[in-house]
């Protein structure tokens, strides 16, 4: 027995030892208070129309946040995330879709984050889920939700949806959000590809209709689809026709809004691999793109954004 307690407090010893170093790896490689946000960017976010029409009762927002890994073009995400944070807090999203959140990511949310709260972030150790939710927890409260990874894709961390079913906390209406990362077609893979995207927005179809039933609600399906609209720039590469298969089904935010504000640097109508689709039949106030060039800093997607009313 005494063995046995030995034991027990050893273990516990060593969780407790692991937690604290987990932690204390968040706050040293989330910390990016020694970092200063880029010329112009405060400006630029000081002179930005953050408002919202009266009626909105969510704004909803989807952010490539671009990995840290050279590889993959990213760089370090702490000054980066410093941008993200202030963004946050001028626009106020009420959730926001995200991709590509890396574990220094993680750390920088996870230390920094304030009212928003992470949706299934974490899988197993050091390997975090790169497509995610966040939503700001003074604004809206998440009822339920859940995630599914894609049969196909070529990364499971990336390739799948996240969903969660909200409420927002002032009208207590009901909606949905999910966030994706569909493949992208590669360069001598363009059939194997398209075919795997193809599945893949099937799939995103058949649970956002599963999920408006269920829940008898709007559902907005956003993220990094890998896919223009409006025919994109190449035929092939920018998967005009994965586009066009979401649009068949699903309602564009962009297309619908009433009222569409962009930056100096990309204008609103130009074609996107990010979008917000809607399952439903509600307003959409504003839709938007938050393209200042200094913007190009925080990562290599624009946010987007939609107001939502009834």
């Not at 649970?207 to 035929?235: H, I, K, Q």
Request: with cysteine.
């Amino acid at each position: 027995m005494k063995k046995l307690m030995k034991f027990t407090a050893v273990i516990l010893c060593l969780a407790v030892a692991g937690v604290t170093a987990f932690i204390g790896s968040i706050n040293i490689r989330g910390n990016f208070d020694d970092y200063i946000l880029p010329k112009g960017f405060e400006e630029s976010i000081s002179e930005a129309d953050t408002s919202r029409d009266s009626d909105t009762y969510t704004r909803i927002m989807s952010a490539n946040l671009l990995v840290n890994y050279e590889s993959w073009g990213g760089t370090d995400a702490r000054k980066r995330a410093k941008m993200f944070f202030n963004v946050l807090d001028a626009y106020q999203p009420d959730v926001v879709a995200i991709q590509e959140m890396s574990d220094q990511w993680y750390c920088c949310i996870t230390k920094n984050r304030g009212s928003y709260q992470l949706v299934y972030p974490v899988s197993s150790g050091a390997m975090f889920h790169m497509t995610g939710l966040m939503y700001n927890s003074d604004t809206v409260t998440l009822i339920e939700h859940g995630r599914m990874e894609y049969t196909q894709g070529d990364n499971p961390r990336l390739r799948r949806i996240v969903w969660g079913l909200f409420e927002d906390n002032s009208t207590k209406k009901h909606y949905v959000v999910t966030s994706t990362h569909l493949d992208l077609i590669r360069e001598g893979q363009e059939k194997e590809e398209l075919s795997v995207m193809n599945t893949q927005v099937e799939e995103q179809i058949k649970l956002t209709n599963e999920l408006a039933e269920r829940f008898d609600c709007p559902v907005f399906s956003a993220g990094d689809f890998n896919a223009m609209d409006d025919g994109g720039y190449d035929d092939v590469y920018y998967a005009p026709t994965v586009y066009n298969k979401l649009a068949k089904e699903l309602t564009d935010t962009k297309y619908i809004a009433q009222t569409k504000t962009d930056g100096n640097e990309r204008k609103v109508e130009k074609p996107t691999f990010d979008h917000i689709f809607l399952k439903g039949n509600e307003t959409v106030n504003r839709y938007a793109i938050l393209s200042d060039e200094v913007m190009l800093q925080m990562s290599d997607h624009y946010p987007i954004f939609a107001d939502i009313s009834d």
